[in-house]
């Protein structure tokens, strides 16, 4: 098991709105990553990699994600 504080964190969407990434869990090759999660409301989550989206960083100059509408509803 691997475990990884981001420094700085990451900012994610994920089903349960935006946050920030604050670690990465490696579990092993059977288990999908699991991504730590601090919701803009406060709240401390868990989420499989496939349920995260990550934003650009705005300072690339690069156009951000763009959410589909039916995404992890």
């Known amino acids: 098991m691997t475990i990884l504080r981001l420094i700085p964190s990451i900012p994610v969407h994920t089903?349960?709105?935006?946050g920030n990434g604050i670690a990465w869990i490696d579990m092993g090759e059977d288990i999908n990553t699991i991504w730590k999660v601090r919701l803009e409301?406060?709240?401390?989550?868990?989420?499989?990699?496939?349920?995260?989206?990550i934003y650009n960083n705005p300072m690339n100059?690069?156009?951000?994600?763009?959410?589909?509408?039916?995404?992890?509803?």
């Open 15 to 18: 089903p349960l709105g935006s």
């Open 41 to 53: 409301n406060g709240q401390c989550r868990n989420f499989y990699d496939d349920d995260i989206l």
């Open 61 to 73: 100059g690069e156009k951000d994600i763009q959410i589909p509408t039916t995404w992890r509803q």
